[in-house]
């Protein structure tokens, strides 16, 4: 079946480095969502790409949708303690209009 | 902010009670899920509704079920609390109308079985 994998699922980073996470699909995507879990907390909607090369900016978060609708990625730029959480990609399942998600990526900010 | 809420938000509870979970939003989504996730993990869907009258499973096996009298409203039951159930039950909604609108998620009902 479709499946969204995400990479990688932890990434420990020390305040001020960037950091990066990968998200693929064994299908071509109409869309593709991001969203923060913090600790403790509940999934929270970030953006949605929708064209194909499509890149979108949220101060120092980029978010990058492949040529191919398959991929796409997250940037954090200068990470800040605030952006500790998990942060998950999630496509469409085709079908009954649900949502696949990633198994997240992980990430620790150290001060 | 988005308004949908999920009570309890901690149960802690004996094997083999029933349980029910409640969600309920205000913004006459259409749409409504309920997901569960282990902590530190991925979500599972579980249940789906389309609407009124509408109740789907999810991708996830689940002894749990649902019902959708309201809009507004999706509750989840266990008939039988077990261990095995204990985790974190997610419940989300969003408007229909386009493809695959965003999801807001209510603050979850941490779930522990004794």
């Known amino acids: 079946g479709q499946q969204v994998m995400q990479i990688p699922q932890y990434q420990?980073?020390?305040?001020?480095?960037?950091?990066?996470?990968?998200?693929?699909?064994?299908?071509?995507?109409?869309?593709?969502?991001?969203?923060?879990?913090?600790?403790?907390?509940?999934?929270?909607?970030?953006?949605?790409?929708?064209?194909?090369?499509?890149?979108?900016?949220?101060k120092r978060l980029t978010f990058q949708f492949g040529e191919a609708k398959k991929n796409s990625s997250l940037h954090i730029t200068a990470t800040q303690t605030t952006d500790v959480g998990t942060y998950f990609c999630a496509g469409p399942d085709g079908s009954q209009g649900n949502l696949i998600f990633g198994k997240g990526t992980k990430l620790s900010v150290k001060p | 902010e988005a308004d949908i809420y999920q009570t309890p938000r901690y149960l802690v509870i004996g094997t083999g009670k029933k349980i029910t979970l409640e969600c309920s939003q205000t913004m006459g989504h259409d749409k409504m899920y309920w997901y569960q996730q282990d902590p530190g993990m991925e979500l599972h869907l579980i249940h789906y509704s389309y609407g009124v009258n509408s109740t789907e499973k999810g991708d996830l096996s689940s002894e749990s079920t649902v019902s959708r009298i309201r809009t507004e409203h999706f509750p989840l039951t266990l008939e039988s609390a077990r261990p095995s159930h204990t985790s974190q039950y997610l419940c989300a909604s969003s408007a229909q109308t386009g493809s695959n609108q965003p999801q807001h998620f209510g603050d979850g009902t941490r779930l522990s079985i004794l």
């Open chain 1, 12 to 58: 420990h980073v020390q305040e001020g480095e960037d950091f990066t996470t990968y998200c693929n699909s064994s299908t071509t995507l109409s869309n593709i969502q991001w969203y923060k879990q913090r600790p403790g907390g509940h999934p929270v909607f970030l953006i949605q790409l929708v064209k194909s090369g499509e890149v979108k900016k949220q």
